[in-house]
Nanobody, 125 residues
Framework: QVQVVESGGGLVQAGGSLRLSCTVSGLTFDDYAMGWFRQAPGKEREGVSCIKWDGGSTHYADSVKGRFTISRDNAKNTLYLQMNSLKPEDTAMYYC??????????????????WGQGTQVTVSS
């Protein structure tokens, strides 16, 4: 049984930092591209960042470039998202997902097949 479990969300003031983690079990982690997505109330789910199976390629949404860093530890089956200089507009539910395809320059949610339940990030002004 595949399990994708996010952690690390919370309430933080603008300018602060959070580190999200996503632990995956039940699949061969390093066969999968991994991505972080977010969805705010009333908005569509958007790709925040994604990373290729070997960690050799990454992509970031323009809104988070220079502030967020995605990484993965294939030995621990874990994906990370370091979020610095957080802004109120980063407030959303953050989801981790696994997918077999890699699209250079984008993280389209429809290409990711296995999703976690999400972790809430709230940034106060």
């Amino acid at each position: 049984q595949v399990q994708v479990v996010e952690s690390g969300g919370g309430l933080v003031q603008a300018g602060g930092s959070l580190r999200l983690s996503c632990t995956v079990s039940g699949l061969t982690f390093d066969d999968y591209a991994m991505g972080w997505f977010r969805q705010a109330p009333g908005k569509e789910r958007e790709g925040v960042s994604c990373i290729k199976w070997d960690g050799g390629s990454t992509h970031y949404a323009d809104s988070v470039k220079g502030r967020f860093t995605i990484s993965r530890d294939n030995a621990k089956n874990t994906l990370y998202l370091q979020m610095n200089s957080l802004k109120p507009e980063d407030t959303a539910m953050y989801y981790c997902a696994a997918g077999r395809a890699w699209y250079s320059g984008a993280c389209p949610p429809y290409t990711y097949s296995t999703w976690g339940q999400g972790t809430q990030v709230t940034v106060s002004s």
